[in-house]
């Protein structure tokens, strides 16, 4: 698809998203408004009215939640698109090796990209390497990755997802008092992405023996 063409499509989406949204603020204000006993003219009363008869029918409906599936399915979809998630499954959608039956899952936050997964990354280790999943409800356009320990160049530990080393007393607070690890990660063949996903000791022991497992931890 040419990007003219792309722009074109893009456009009439971005003037109803904005239409929807002063709609939405219209109602907002308007009901806050006479709740407090205002008085609308005769011509704002008879809109008002005729969106708030819409919407009782609209949300009865079955477009409703026809139209709530769509919107959370691209949702999900433009997060795995813009986080570069998706770019990761063209080469690790599918496991390399024997993925053990029995895998110990950790369930916490991330960040992919510049996009955070939070508490919605499900992160197992085995021996062939790191297995990346989304819970179910946040999964379309999320696939799962199998990223072998081999594709990886570095992994350091630090208690935060921050990428900055200055970090504000607060976060360095928040960092000691829940005791969390993340893992962050670089990879050989995609150098510039970001990926820092949870982790726990215990996937220490499932890295190759040659690994450099790096930490900065500040006990």
């Keep these: 698809m040419k990007k003219g063409t792309a722009v074109r499509i893009k456009a009439p989406w971005k003037v109803?998203?904005?239409?929807l949204i002063v709609m939405f603020i219209f109602l907002i204000a308007v009901t806050i408004y006479k709740d407090a006993g205002g008085?609308?003219?005769d011509e704002i009363e008879l809109f008002y009215d005729t969106i708030t008869k819409w919407f009782d029918e609209f949300k009865n409906s079955f477009l409703f939640g026809a139209v709530f599936i769509t919107v959370w399915l691209a949702v999900c979809y433009q997060k795995g698109k813009k986080s570069g998630w998706q770019k990761l499954a063209k080469r690790y959608h599918h496991a390399r090796g024997i993925v053990p039956d029995k895998l110990r899952f950790i369930v916490g936050n991330g960040r992919v990209g510049n996009v955070d997964y939070s508490i919605m990354l499900k992160v197992a280790g085995y021996r062939g390497g790191l297995i990346m999943k989304v819970m179910f409800p946040f999964r379309f356009g999320n696939p799962n990755l199998y990223i072998p320990w081999t594709d990886i160049d570095t992994i350091v530990l630090k208690r935060t997802m921050s990428t900055d080393d200055n970090l504000s007393n607060i976060e360095n607070f928040f960092a000691r008092l829940f005791h969390e690890l993340y893992a962050h990660i670089r990879l050989a063949q995609y150098p510039d992405q970001i990926?820092?996903?949870p982790w726990r000791e215990h996937m220490d022991g499932l890295l190759?023996?040659?690994f450099n497992l790096k930490r900065e931890i500040d006990n």
């Design 208 to 210: 190759p023996g040659s």
């Design 39 to 41: 008085e609308l003219p």
């Design 195 to 197: 990926l820092i996903v």
């Design 16 to 19: 109803l998203g904005l239409v």
